[in-house]
């Protein structure tokens, strides 16, 4: 479900409180806007799907052609990266969106160097610069 701008300006405002004491607010952006991204990519990806579905016919047989050809799509997103996936995630979840964001930037070079800078498992001095309970 896409999101709407209300919803935006909660989610940023609840997610720069989480990280408040964590982490230095000018570096809020670099936590935040790679998981904006990340949410657009997978928006975007679902109405591919979704577009396509109709024109081949079922939502199975687009997902086997997708998998078989990323080029169907403008940016391809796998499965573990895709937001409903993220969303279950309960534990590791630094981890899991520093291998999800990875993950996006491998399938779509293009996406290189934009969205996989930050990695949300990061530590400094042996201790979690965000812990995961900050992530959820």
């Known amino acids: 479900m896409p999101l709407d701008i209300s919803t935006l300006e909660t989610w940023l405002w609840d ?3 989480k990280i408040r004491g964590p982490v230095d607010a000018p570096k809020y952006k670099d936590y935040i806007l790679p998981l904006i991204f990340l949410k657009r990519l997978s ?3 679902d109405d591919e799907i979704q577009s396509l579905a109709q ?3 079922s ?3 687009t997902l086997k052609l997708i ?5 169907l799509v403008r940016f391809y997103i796998p ?8 969303r279950r995630q309960t534990a590791g979840i630094g981890q899991y969106l520093t291998d999800a964001v990875r993950s996006v930037a491998r399938e779509n070079p293009k996406l290189q160097g934009v969205i996989d800078m930050v990695d949300f498992n ?3 001095a042996g201790t979690r ?3 995961d309970e900050y992530l959820v």
Do not use: Y
């Not at 998998?67 to 080029?71: I, L, S």
């Not at 499965?79 to 993220?86: D, H, K, L, M, V």
């Open 43 to 45: 928006d975007v990806f």
């Open 15 to 17: 997610a720069a409180c």
């Open 59 to 61: 939502l199975q047989t």
């Open 122 to 124: 990061a530590t400094a």
């Open 55 to 57: 024109e081949f016919g």
């Open 79 to 86: 499965e573990p990266a895709r937001w409903p996936n993220i």
């Open 129 to 131: 610069i965000i812990p």
């Open 67 to 71: 998998e078989q050809d990323h080029k």
